[in-house]
């Protein structure tokens, strides 16, 4: 970040000066991305403008600065710089993301105050705020209150309503949305797929996979994903792997993932191997959460050999050392009947990363609301 504060610092006015043109990541050096911010945080003057702090604000939050962000912020007004829509929407995200809901009240006082309500970008940003905060009377009024709604502010309303358990609000506001003119995106169709689920809807979740299909999303990533969570969730096994065949190569280690965990939840274990099985041959990706899913499909069967296989392969990857799955792996082991493997485990794992109690002669772990027993051998 040297060489942007050195741009920063040499232009005595930034007028014009967009983001974009600031955005020198991919050009930095290693020695450049280690470079501290704090001391620049220190050096304000007025001859700066709102598209250069912009850039620093937007910086500081990337990069985890939270507090020094809102420290800047307050700062642009004693040195007579008015914040924009995009500062204001900058700061609203940082808010949402940290559920800062008291400092978002703060802004969301000041947006009125400067009349920077009218723009769009910044009242979806106050939307998600205030959804993600578990506002949702203020995130209602605030969207009736809205005169442009676009498909950001739909979406926001209808993922709030879907995340506080009012599912068939959810879907209400759906229907509302496409009445309006708004056309959903892909994340407000999984949005509704997800809603279907919860609220048990087999007939409203095929009608959705009716429209994305039709629609040319049912193949992405993100919407088959969700088709197959949503019909193994509604125990439809069948459809879920209709579903995972159609993605065929387009289908992530995510959308595996979904189908190996409806498997495991609907207690199908042997059918949750074989998809692994697959999902390896595939080329598929394997992370902790396959292999914590998997170790579960274990001790379901219960299959020490299968227990075992899954083990081997963990030992080759940089999951072993993972605090779920290693806890995943010792319950597997203990439902397999091998308490010796168990307590290799458990001996492997850190006493730091995992609930561990100690007494003279013995020591517990809690894995999973279970608690395990390991004695000394004198």
């Known amino acids: 970040m040297k060489a942007v504060y050195k741009l920063y610092d040499r232009s005595p006015r930034r007028a014009g000066i967009s983001t ?24 304000i003057d007025t001859s700066r403008d709102v598209f250069s702090d912009d850039e620093c604000i937007n910086d500081a939050q990337v990069t985890s600065y939270s507090s020094r962000t809102f420290s800047f912020f307050v700062k642009l007004d004693s040195v ?28 969301h006082a000041q947006i009125v105050k400067t009349q920077s309500s009218s723009k769009t970008a910044v009242d979806n940003a106050l939307l998600t ?14 969207f009736d209150s809205l005169v442009h709604r676009n ?13 506080h358990g009012d599912f068939e609000k959810a879907l209400r506001l759906f229907c509302l949305m496409r009445e309006d003119g708004v056309d959903p995106n892909e994340y407000t169709y999984t949005i509704a797929l997800a809603s ?56 992530s ?7 190996i965990a409806g498997l495991v939840h609907n207690e199908k274990a042997r059918e949750a191997v074989e998809a692994f099985n697959e999902m390896v041959k595939n080329d ?19 299959s020490l050999a299968t227990c075992e296989q899954i083990h081997s392969r963990l030992v080759k990857t940089k999951f072993e050392s993972n605090i779920h799955v290693g806890s995943s792996l010792i319950e597997a082991y203990n439902s397999c009947g ?17 609930k561990v109690a100690k007494e003279p002669g013995c020591s517990w772990i809690e894995v999973h609301n279970k608690i395990y027993r390991f004695f000394s051998r004198g």
């Open 253 to 259: 280690n995510v959308s595996w993932n979904a189908q």
């Open 196 to 251: 279907c689920a919860s609220m048990k809807n087999l007939g409203c979740g095929r009608m959705f996979h009716a429209q994305v299909l039709k629609l040319g999303m049912a193949l992405s990533d993100f919407v088959g994903t969700s088709i197959i969570n949503m019909y193994t969730r509604l125990e439809k096994i069948c459809d879920a792997n209709k579903q995972l065949k159609e993605m065929g190569k387009m289908a």
């Open 338 to 354: 091998s308490m010796e493997d168990a307590e290799t485990v458990f001996s492997q794992m850190s006493a730091v990363d995992v």
């Open 80 to 107: 007579g710089v008015r914040p924009n829509h995009y500062t204001y929407s900058t700061l609203l995200a940082l808010c949402g993301s940290l559920l800062a809901i008291e400092e978002g009240k703060q802004l």
């Open 284 to 302: 598929a990706a394997c992370d902790e959460f396959t292999y914590s899913i998997m170790l579960k499909a274990c001790s379901l069967l219960p």
């Open 129 to 142: 705020l205030y959804t993600k905060c578990g506002m949702m009377k203020d995130a209602e009024s605030l």
């Open 151 to 163: 498909v950001i502010s739909w979406t926001a309303i209808i993922n709030g309503c879907r995340q």
């Open 20 to 43: 974009t043109d600031l955005s020198f990541n991919g050009c930095l050096n290693d020695e450049e991305k280690g470079v501290t911010k704090n001391s620049y945080f220190e050096r």
